[in-house]
């Protein structure tokens, strides 16, 4: 009886190693009949850009989410910061290009018109109305009357 017993589990084990070979054919076939990206059939296989490229571009995507993975504390920080400076940019250039009209309006006022009796307070004030479009040449005559 042991001998019966012996050739069952040996036709078993043969049995499960080929149900289980040709699940593993199965399962590569599926593995390797996937469907490429849609920028991959573009660029590489409609195109015909080099394979080279190709290997360049998915090691830098491997890279990048391994960098994203174990980074992402500083990742956010550095995203915070940017996003902070774009915020204020237009903050900063609207002084910026308002100074400078000053600066510009008030050497064009010094140079162009007769400023004796004009403190520099009234002087800014009025580089200040010229840059947004008042009339210097009105305020000067009449702080003088």
Known sequence: ???????????????????QKMNNSENFKKKT??????????????????????????????TSKEFIKNDKKSLITFLFVITTFAYFYPVIKHANNKLDCEAIAKSYIIK????IGINNRELKMLSTNFCYGGEEIYEIENLRN
């Open 112 to 115: 162009n018109k007769n400023t």
């Open 33 to 62: 009949d996937k469907n490429l990206p849609w920028w991959v059939e573009l660029l590489f296989v409609q195109i015909g850009l080099p394979d080279k490229l190709l290997i360049k571009i998915l090691k830098a995507k491997k």
């Open 1 to 19: 009886m042991s001998k019966k017993e012996t050739t069952n589990s040996k036709e078993v084990r043969k049995q499960n190693y080929e149900a």
